[in-house]
């Protein structure tokens, strides 16, 4: 399942191709905000709720490192990421 991450400045895409992987870093963010990333549909990713995700994600095992720079990178920016699932 293919789910893209989509800079609203312009700036990058992130095609993130097993989302699966990252679940667990956006199951905590859903727990403590109610926000939900819709792996099916579209979504919007704000930059405090960036700045969430990649402390989970540092947290996990196995996460795609480049993912954590993009969030992270998106974040200190103040970019909104619209999230575009499969």
């Known amino acids: ?3 893209e991450f989509i800079r609203d400045d312009g700036a990058g895409v992130y095609a993130l191709r097993d989302f ?3 679940e667990a870093a956006f199951e905590q963010l859903r727990s403590a905000t109610g926000v939900f990333i819709d792996r099916y549909g579209r979504s919007r990713l704000y930059p405090d709720h960036q700045t969430m995700v990649v402390r989970a ?4 095992e196995q996460c795609p ?5 993009f969030l992270a990178d998106a974040a200190a920016s103040g ?3 619209l999230v575009e699932g499969d």
């Not at 994600?57 to 996990?60: I, S």
């Not at 490192?65 to 720079?69: E, G, L, M, N, T």
């Open 20 to 22: 699966s992987s990252v």
């Open 79 to 81: 970019t909104l990421i």
């Open 57 to 60: 994600l540092r947290g996990l």
């Open 1 to 3: 399942m293919r789910v």
């Open 65 to 69: 490192a480049y993912f954590v720079v």
